[in-house]
């Protein structure tokens, strides 16, 4: 069956909140009635046959052709099937997702993925700041599940991670990983300022180092670890030339000591 | 019994009696294949029969560095027991005091799936002392254990089956003690072609087949007095004056028909071989069929 397919019309004229459009809140609707979901933000009400030319499909695999930086929440929630977007996104694409595929071609927002639970969440282009971080209020960041993103990352990716993964092949802005609970994170690149800040427990791998790294990491020394190849198995079903910069052996930074001190940072060979 | 017999040999018609049984496996890696194996090898020593061990357990197989998780050289362990706990509490045992310890080895589930599951990692993570390390890649979890000579890999659980069998076995029997063990050997090794099983015997054999019960108190088993060749003319012996000496491969599987596929291989190896250079009769050992619920007529074994 073909997918449920979303066409943009026209750029809209205010930001939207596209979570509405995921499978378990389509699921059963004519498109008469899809097309009467409001999607609007502002006191202009906007519904998505406005935006949208929508034509019949599976549910369980969406399709929105085009995308602009004013579309937010996408994905949002989801728990199953495919999400496809071709084009850029705005905040909190694919934010408490807990399973199915969400897929970004272009750039997306702040807050991209953030608290996911599970699933997968592949971006092309490139992400705003708080990647898969909390909004303010929350406690804990992603906790479950694989986000990939292409490019670069803005400050604080994986800001309050608890668990899953995150790949970032491009590289990533100041305090990366801060305040890690748990969980993973790879970036390719390099990255910015004091990574893993305040981190208290999980793995940063950073393929190209960092710009700064806080005093109050201690060096472990460089170590052919068991782990790393289990690691880097893993990100290689995602990436494969992201894994190979973690195969050889890496050098092992502690901390953040100034917290609780048992994250780490692992770096291989410049 | 008598029986076939096929290319000279003897075949008893008779069966092999087993049970059900508890049973687990792990894949073991190193730096080396020795170190895997050694590992594995110390692991699994005092653990050929259940009677006094707790386990039976033994090398199902080597696996190549493209077979197992890391990447590195590894062995694949069977362990059986009669209970889960009993199971549990040799599989804790057992790798925490001789896989953790054994230099570069990590550890993982070696069954994917299983009707209950058994701690590995989760119960030797102790060990770090609050430096051990979770790390979950997908639906698996591992522990990640600071020690000397850097970090012991172990994952958190692995699966365990009760629909394991165990105690499948073949009875060789000869003119000598030389040509019994060749038929044996050769017996053994075309078992260890066979997955998902052990012989948890020195080498996969066992030179004291035992009898239920004896003539002194607290002993459960005793010695196979009709199967031994020095007896032959003080008891009512199952052994023709032409037979010197008997000799017993017990085989364990994950599941009844690896068992029985086992003994299939075992037999036609005897039976390849020849009276000359190996046995001049094939046996097995059963308790009349009343105590276990799996039984394997050798005729049936035959291809």
């Known amino acids: 069956m073909s997918p449920l397919t979303f066409s943009l019309r026209e750029a809209p004229a205010q930001r939207l909140d596209l979570s509405p459009l995921i499978a378990q809140n389509l699921a059963g609707k004519t498109v008469a009635e899809i097309e009467r979901i409001e999607v609007g933000t502002t006191r202009v009400r906007v519904a998505v046959g406005d935006i949208f030319r929508v034509r019949e499909g599976d549910p369980d695999s969406i399709l929105i052709e085009g995308g602009v930086e004013r579309f937010d929440r996408v994905g949002l929630g989801m728990g199953s099937g495919s999400l496809h977007v071709e084009g850029e996104v705005g905040v909190e694409a694919g934010r408490l997702m807990s399973g199915g595929q969400l897929t970004i071609r272009g750039n997306a927002g702040p807050f991209a993925g953030s608290g996911m639970k599970g699933g997968t969440l592949d971006i092309e282009g490139d992400v705003g700041e708080r990647l898969g971080g909390p909004l303010s209020g929350e406690t804990v960041g992603m906790s479950g599940g694989v986000l990939h993103v292409r490019g670069d990352a803005g400050e604080r990716a994986g800001d309050r991670l608890r668990r899953g993964f995150i790949l970032i092949e491009g590289r990533a802005g100041a305090y990366a990983g801060s305040r890690m609970i748990a969980g993973t994170l790879a970036i390719g690149g390099e990255a910015g300022d004091l990574p893993g800040y305040l981190m208290g427990r999980g793995t940063i791998l950073l393929g190209r180092g960092a710009s700064l790294f806080s005093p109050s990491f201690g060096d472990c020394g460089e170590h052919d670890l068991v782990a790393a190849q289990l690691l880097a198995n893993y990100i290689a079903q995602v990436s494969a030339q992201l894994a190979t910069l973690f195969r050889g052996p890496l050098r092992r930074l502690a901390g953040d000591l100034a917290a609780l001190g048992k994250g780490e940072i692992l770096l291989p060979r410049p | ?303």
């Open chain 2, 1 to 303: 019994m008598p029986g076939l017999t096929v290319n000279g040999i003897a075949i008893d018609d008779t069966f092999a009696e087993a049970f059900d049984m508890r049973a687990t496996a792990i894949v073991i890696t190193a730096p080396t294949e020795r170190w895997a194996v050694q590992a594995a090898t110390t692991m699994t020593g005092f653990a050929t029969s259940v009677i006094a061990c707790g386990c039976e357990a033994s090398v199902e197989s080597v696996l190549s560095p493209q077979q197992t998780p890391d990447g590195r050289p590894g062995v694949r362990v069977l362990m059986f027991a009669v209970s889960t706990t009993e199971l549990q509490k040799q599989l804790q045992n057992r790798v925490g005091q001789c896989v953790l310890t054994s230099p570069g080895s990590a550890c993982y589930a070696g069954l994917d799936s299983g009707e209950d599951k058994l701690k590995l990692g989760d119960a030797i993570r102790f060990f770090g002392d609050g430096w051990q390390i979770a790390k979950r890649l997908g639906a698996r979890r591992y522990w990640r254990v600071p020690v000397m000579d850097g970090e012991f890999v172990c994952e958190s659980i692995t699966y365990l089956t009760k629909k394991a069998v165990g105690g499948g076995n073949l009875i060789i029997m000869g003119e000598s003690s030389t040509k019994t063990l060749d038929a044996t050997e050769v017996a053994v090794k075309a078992m260890h072609g066979v997955a998902d099983v052990i012989m948890p015997f020195p080498g996969g054999i066992a030179r004291s087949g035992s009898k239920v019960g004896s003539k002194y108190k607290g002993a459960s088993a005793s010695t196979n007095d009709l199967y031994c060749p020095t007896l032959k003319g003080a008891v009512d012996s199952a052994l023709s004056p032409e037979i010197a000496s008997v000799l017993e491969i017990v085989i364990d599987g994950l599941t009844s028909d690896a068992v029985a596929e086992a003994m299939r291989a075992g037999l036609a190896a005897i039976i390849e071989l020849g009276p000359q250079r190996g046995a001049l009769r094939v046996g097995a050992g059963n308790y009349g069929g009343k105590l276990g619920r799996h039984h394997y007529h050798l005729k049936d074994l035959l291809r």
